[in-house]
């Protein structure tokens, strides 16, 4: 049972052919961990999408999605942020779109311990402020705003998959949140 959401740009690649091509080449995708800031511009939430896996099983994830041929990294974060969080998330991208880390996934054990069982695939992973309203779309059953220490609890760690949870305290670590 395939609980994705189709794709709202057909004419990329036909499913057929997404499939070959996932088969013979790395696909470029964006991972964006939205936040919430404070004044002084400190991590004091941090929003995680709840989604049914393909097995049926809830999952924890971030705003995630590939990058299309001729889209800017700037474009695709934003397409993914609104088509994830919605459109009054109101996003605050820098100037300057540097990713945190750069995680790769492959679709068997490796040493990056990072798994998506469909594809090799690069995600270039960001921290994005967000300041509006997020109303969660999509795949998305609910975004759930918890601050850093709930985010890093086994409990939350143990319902993340393909090494999710690792990239989630990287971002944080990138942060400056280091308890």
Same mark, same amino acid.
């Given at each position: ?13 036909? &499913? ?11 696909? $470029?995708?964006?991972?964006? $961990?939205? $936040? ?9 939430? $941090? ?23 001729? &889209? ?22 820098? /100037? ?26 690069? /995600? ?56």
């Amino acid at each position: 049972m395939n609980v994705r959401t189709p794709d709202p740009y057909p004419g990329w690649l036909s &499913e057929e052919d997404l499939y070959e091509a996932r088969q013979r080449l790395p696909m $470029v995708y964006v991972e964006a $961990v939205p $936040v919430r800031l404070d004044s002084l511009g400190y991590v004091t939430e $941090v929003g995680l999408l709840l989604q049914a896996s393909d097995e049926g099983q809830m999952v924890r994830t971030f705003v995630s999605g590939r990058v299309m041929y001729r &889209e800017t990294i700037r474009a695709a974060l934003i397409r993914h942020l609104e088509k994830d969080l919605g459109p009054l998330a109101f996003p605050q991208l820098p /100037a300057s779109p540097v990713p945190f880390t750069v995680a790769e996934y492959f679709p068997s054990p490796s040493e990056t311990g990072m798994t998506d069982d469909r594809q090799h695939c690069v /995600a270039l992973a960001y921290l994005i402020p967000v300041t509006g309203e997020c109303e969660p779309r999509q795949d998305a059953l609910e975004l759930t705003w918890m601050t850093p220490d709930d985010a890093l609890s086994s409990e939350v760690q143990s319902e993340f998959v393909g090494g999710r949870g690792n990239l989630l305290r990287h971002a944080l670590a990138h942060a400056g949140w280091c308890r």
